[in-house]
């Protein structure tokens, strides 16, 4: 029936339909496209609203100062009002929020998504109705008649495609997620049982203190004799409500093999919603974790792991940088750089068939590719397969490599060894100092002045006194330290700076976020933060979408004799 109304209703005249449907209501919307469920409608509205892309697949037209046309590809509504629609205050440009929450009701001044009770001013103006929200959108004017201001572009919209958009605007950031409440934001950190005891506690510890301190500061503000104190800090931070707001950090701990995990996190999140997972550890990759999050709309931040998703477009889960993969990008970018290597002779990529081979040799080569570099040659090894002489030996009187990337563990020594002393031995070897773990002397000396090593973390330290203790800083002016000093940072020590990061995240977002608990608001403002020092990899930096927080990697050289040094070769981010 449905079918055979949908042929008939293309081709017959607009009468015709609105006769036979008023005849039959419960077939109202046949016609040529079939009508959207309500979530096919919040999809496309998504849709608009995030990357400025019509129901009918072209971009969204609008003009910006007046008359100049541009894409609502490159002018998405989200690229000004954000994902959250919370807004923004940059460059003096005040972006008013546009989420469901707040476009109905009638608005005093509005910054950064709160309301701003004590401006002098007349209300800012009326509340909205699908009516006026349209003609703000297409004519640049609001309830009251005023103009705003051109930096607000005005859209070219049909009904439909309005009726589309005004809709999603609706649900935009119109609820509380899961786990706020009016007192209190609950996290959940996810913890494989597997994971070594002291690596746990390492991680763990910092973000525990992190909420223990904020909860005993509540409860003395909340009390009469911190009442003072209160309203001192109320008057001085505009996030006013967080002072007596209490944080709860779960452990969601992950039993038995990896394919079960995905049904214990549903099964924790049922009972008991959190708003964000922070840090957290297992033993394998982060994957299964990460698509629960992106699924559930969860967000994430930076849980300890060397083998994060590699993605562009996802958006849930925020890592410190990319871990293995991020080393095999450096090497190749470096290798890149050095224009006296030979373009004429091919690279060799020899893969230890494991997570860490297999990460770091993805890194390289979608970066050789993306360069429009020749071809690599990529041999892989098995699991225990020990490197001979004599496959060495084949290997370079086969390829004549200009270069050989060994993707190995620990035990190179006697790979690095053959190369070194072979008469076809290429110009430059690169090995992985995460994958060699504590082992960076191993590489033997007659290999070193061909040996290059991709090193992810800070490469030298000092030790400053800042308001919040003592912090360790990146030491910019050095670039070779002694070899002995140089340890590569084991998981405890890792999980522990961490995990200290991350509370210094969350203390920065939850202040910024200003009551406006909704979690595409706390990636939002997380992707608007400063670049923060981190002990661990010097620097931290983030930017809207930017889901890897580390941006570098150096290349070091370690130098022959009784007291080696290793000798920085790249600067952090190699282009
Ligand atoms: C280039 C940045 C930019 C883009 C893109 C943009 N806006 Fe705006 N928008 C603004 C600014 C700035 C204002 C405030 C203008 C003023 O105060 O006069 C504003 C104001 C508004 C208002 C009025 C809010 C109020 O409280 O009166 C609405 C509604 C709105 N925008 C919706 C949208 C929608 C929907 C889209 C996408 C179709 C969009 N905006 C795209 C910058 C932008």
Not at 197 to 216: G, I
Not at 288 to 294: A, K, P, Q, T, Y
Not at 304 to 333: C, F, H, M, N
Not at 361 to 376: K, V
Request: glycine share 6%; aromatic share 10%; with cysteine.
């Amino acid at each position: 029936m449905r079918k055979l109304l949908k042929f008939i209703a293309v081709p017959v005249t607009l009468a015709f339909v609105v006769l036979f449907s008023a005849a039959l209501p419960m077939v109202q919307s046949a016609s040529a496209e079939p009508p959207r469920s309500a979530q096919e409608q919040v999809k496309a509205g998504e849709q608009i609203y995030r990357n400025g892309i019509l129901p009918s697949g072209q971009p969204m037209q609008a003009f910006v100062k007046g008359d100049v046309p541009v894409s609502g590809t490159a002018f998405s509504c989200a690229s000004c009002h954000l994902r959250s629609g919370i807004g923004s205050v940059e460059g003096g440009v005040v972006t008013p929020p546009t989420n469901g929450e707040l476009l109905f009701k009638p608005v005093q001044v509005y910054y950064k998504g709160t309301e701003q009770k004590f401006f002098p001013f007349p209300p800012r103006r009326a509340a909205y109705d699908e009516k006026s929200l349209a003609e703000a959108i297409r004519d640049g004017k609001n309830p009251d008649g005023v103009v705003l201001n051109d930096v607000m572009p005005r859209y070219q919209l049909g009904n439909e495609d309005m009726n589309i958009l005004v809709s999603y605007l609706k649900t935009l950031s119109s609820q509380l997620p899961p786990g706020v409440t009016d007192s209190s934001i609950q996290f959940a950190t996810v913890i494989a049982e597997d994971v070594p005891v002291d690596v746990r506690d390492a991680m763990l510890e910092p973000l525990q203190r992190y909420v223990d301190n904020k909860n005993s500061q509540a409860e003395f503000y909340k009390s009469p004799r911190g009442n003072r104190s209160r309203l001192m800090v109320e008057k001085m931070f505009t996030s006013k409500e967080l002072s007596t707001r209490k944080l709860g950090l779960s452990q969601w701990v992950l039993k038995g093999s990896p394919e079960t995990w995905r049904s214990q996190l549903e099964e924790y999140y049922r009972k008991e919603p959190v708003f964000a997972l922070l840090g957290g550890v297992v033993n394998s990759e982060w994957q299964i974790i990460h698509r629960f999050s992106e699924e559930n709309k969860i967000p994430c931040l930076m849980p300890q792991t060397d083998l994060p998703v590699i993605s562009d477009t996802d958006w849930y889960t925020l890592y410190s940088s990319k871990g293995y993969y991020q080393e095999g990008e450096a090497a190749a970018r470096y290798l890149n750089s050095r224009q006296d290597i030979s373009p004429a002779r091919p690279i060799v990529q020899i893969v230890r068939e494991s997570r860490e081979g297999k990460e770091l040799s993805a890194g390289f080569t979608d970066t050789w590719r993306d360069l429009e570099r020749r071809e690599i040659v990529t041999v892989n090894l098995k699991g225990n397969e020990t490197i001979t002489n004599s496959f060495i030996e084949r290997l370079l009187a086969e390829k004549k490599p200009a270069a050989v990337i060994l993707w190995d563990g620990p035990d190179i020594k006697g790979a690095l060894t053959f190369i070194a002393a072979d008469k076809q031995k290429p110009e430059l070897v690169f090995v992985s100092s995460r994958y060699l773990g504590k082992q960076i002397l191993a590489v033997p000396e007659q290999a070193r002045d061909i040996t290059y090593v991709t090193y992810p973390y800070s490469f030298a330290q000092k030790v400053i006194n800042s308001a919040m203790g003592k912090i360790a800083v990146e030491d910019e002016s050095k670039f070779i330290i002694n070899a002995k000093d140089f340890s590569v940072r084991d998981r405890v020590q890792n999980a522990r700076l961490n995990s200290n990061s991350i509370s210094q995240l969350v203390t920065m977002a939850l202040m910024e976020m200003r009551g406006n608990y909704f979690r595409d608001y706390f990636l939002d403002v997380i992707g608007m933060a400063p670049d923060q020092t981190s002990p661990l990899f010097g620097r931290l930096s983030f930017g809207p979408g930017q889901r890897y927080a580390s941006k570098g990697c150096y290349i070091v050289q370690i130098t022959k004799g009784a007291e080696p040094e290793i000798v920085r070769k790249s600067p952090w981010v190699i282009n």
